[in-house]
Each structure stands twice: as structure tokens, then as C-alpha cells.
């Protein structure tokens, strides 16, 4: 049962860094138009879809709450600050997202709400899961790194990365849903984003390696996890090659790739542990008749779930013709 729940968790989370990766990267790429022609076929690529992102955000945090309360309470406690401060740039987000079709002479402040929200969104995500690998201080099951122990120049690291990273995502997202201008600025795009990217994770791992952080010796007591890395380098020069093919599907499916080795990575580094390397998996599930209580909506909601979002990518398939006024 603990693992039907771990195995819920990490799908989620995948998901919702995937999908809502995508509105977050769009979003910050949309500050850099210069035209509100462009603004409204980058935002109309993610109309359909964007609010459903979310939500698999919603289902991670319920899963963690019901299935690993300790874990919840934990990282709650520790990332107070940095986790209002994503949802009030997800909300801003959402907010300027309506609000920008409904007024002319102030569209600016929501534009800038706009790719605003998700850069905040995004940099605070990425903080978080940097401050998770480099690693938190608990006394008795207890934080206690004080109100800015999450706040590191490594975390602050990973939060520029994560931002690279969405931006790549949201960057081939529109390769692959628009064309013209938007089409072709993006395909640009890509190129420097990407480099970007490899910059950062060469500079994280020359990091790691000084710090001698603890994921470190993950790396080199699993050799297997090599595997992930090597499968990401065959994906980044399918990329490549898809970018000098002018490609317009391929690079979404070898960066989408790239996350998923990334994330498979971080996740097999920490196994079994939920929170490195202070609580597992055991030790933080449920009493089993709360999970078994619990298995049913898990049951029924999330296939349903995933079978909504399927529906929803495939009846808005294919490249955005034109803005709409309404969304």
C-alpha cells in the first residue's frame, strides 16, 4: 500500500513539473515579447490547458498530506515562506492571465503580471528542491534551520536552473504550437536556452563535488544511476539535431525526456528516503488503515484524472491559428 501512494506522489509531481513547466516557461517567455500579436498566439498556445496543469500540483500536496502527514509537516515548517510565496506567484499568474483580454489602457501591468508571476513561481520551486538536495536541519523530527535556512547560494542556484529549464520547455511548447514569428523566435530560443541548461548543471555538479554534499556518495555507491545521465546526453543530441532540422515536434519530446531522466535521478538518489536523509518512506507513511481508507479515491480519482488531461491535449492538438478574445 506505502508504495501505491509513493508511486501516485512521484507521478504527480512528474506531471505537474512537465505540464505546469510548460505554462510556467510560456509565461516567462511571454515577458519577452515585443508585440501583443505575439503575446496573444504565446498565451493562447496554453489557454486550453493551463489551468488543468495545476492541478496535479493540488494532487501532490493532498497525496502527501493524507499518505505522509510527517513528511508534510516537516517541509511545511521549513518552507513556509518560499511555498506562499509560489502560490502567490501562481496566483498572480492566473489573476493577469483573465484580466489582460479585459483592458487597454492598463494591459501592460498585467502583462508584466504575467510572465512576473511565473519567473516567481518557477525560481521558488526551484530554490525548494535545492535546498532539499543540499539539505535541511531538523532536531527531533523538527525544523529547526530557522526562517531562512532554506536560503543558500546553492538554492538560489538551482532556482535560476529551474527557471532555464522552463523556459526550454515553454520554448519548444511553442515551436511545436505556433508559427511565424512566435514559431521562429522560439527555435531561437531554444539554442540559448539549452546552452544555458548544460552550463547549469555542470557548474551544480563542480558544486556538489567542492561541498561534498551528501548526494554525492549516492552517485557513486549506485553507479546505475549513471544510466540516467547517459540516456539525458542521447536526448540532448537528438535535440540538437532536431533544432538544425527546424524540427518543430521533436525537441518538446527529447526535453520533456531530459526532465524525466532528471527527475528519476533525484528520486532514486534520496531512495528511501522522503526527506534526505532524515525521514523514509516507512517512517513517514500513514497508519495502514488510513491509507487503505484512502486507496479507493486513489482508485477512481486519478485514473480519471489522467484521463482528462489526455482528452484535453488531444482535442487541442495542433499549431494555434489565432487569438481568441475569450478564454
Known amino acids: 500500500m506505502i508504495m501505491f501512494w509513493v508511486s501516485l506522489l512521484a507521478i504527480s509531481i512528474l ?8 505554462d ?36 501532490s500536496g493532498v497525496i502527501l498530506w493524507g499518505a505522509f502527514p510527517a513528511v508534510y509537516a516537516m517541509l511545511l515548517s521549513a518552507f513556509y515562506l518560499p511555498l506562499i510565496v509560489m ?23 498585467w502583462n508584466l503580471s504575467f510572465a512576473g508571476g511565473s519567473l516567481l513561481a518557477s525560481f521558488t520551486q526551484g530554490m525548494t528542491v535545492g535546498a532539499l538536495v543540499e539539505g535541511l536541519q531538523f532536531t527531533n523530527g523538527r525544523y529547526s534551520g530557522g526562517d531562512f535556512g532554506w536560503l543558500t547560494p546553492f538554492a538560489v542556484l538551482c532556482g535560476v536552473g529551474l527557471c532555464l529549464g522552463y523556459a526550454l520547455l515553454g520554448a519548444c511548447w511553442l515551436v511545436s504550437k505556433c508559427d511565424a514569428d512566435v514559431r521562429d523566435i522560439a527555435h531561437r530560443q531554444i539554442r540559448v536556452l539549452a546552452v544555458g541548461v548544460l552550463i547549469f548543471l555542470a ?14 556518495d549516492r552517485w557513486i555507491s549506485r553507479p546505475y544511476l549513471f544510466v540516467f545521465p547517459a540516456i539525458s546526453a542521447v536526448a540532448a543530441i537528438a535535440l540538437a539535431a532536431s533544432i538544425l532540422r527546424h524540427n518543430d515536434r521533436r525537441p518538446l ?15 532514486l538518489s534520496f531512495w528511501p528516503f522522503m ?7 516507512d517512517e513517514a507513511a500513514a497508519p495502514p488503515a488510513s491509507l487503505a481508507f484512502m486507496f479507493w479515491a486513489g482508485v477512481v480519482v486519478f485514473p480519471l484524472m489522467l484521463i482528462y488531461t489526455v482528452i484535453s491535449y488531444t482535442v487541442f492538438r495542433g499549431k494555434v491559428r489565432a487569438a481568441t478574445e475569450h478564454y
Do not use: C
Open 24 to 59: 510556467l516557461g510560456v509565461g516567462m517567455l511571454f515577458g519577452l515579447a515585443n508585440s501583443d500579436a505575439k503575446r496573444d498566439a504565446i498565451q493562447s498556445s496554453v489557454a486550453p490547458i493551463w489551468d488543468g496543469n495545476e492541478t496535479w500540483l493540488v494532487v
Open 203 to 216: 557548474v551544480v555538479f563542480v558544486h556538489a563535488l567542492a561541498e561534498h554534499l551528501p548526494i554525492m
Open 253 to 267: 519530446y527529447m526535453v520533456a525526456l531530459i526532465f524525466v531522466m532528471a527527475f528519476g535521478t533525484l528520486a
Open 87 to 109: 502560490l502567490l506567484g501562481l496566483i498572480l499568474r492566473g489573476v493577469a492571465f483573465e484580466f489582460r483580454h479585459k483592458t487597454q489602457r492598463m494591459r501592460w501591468i
Open 15 to 22: 506531471l505537474y513539473v512537465l505540464l505546469d513547466g510548460i
Open 275 to 281: 526527506i534526505p536523509f532524515i525521514i523514509t518512506v
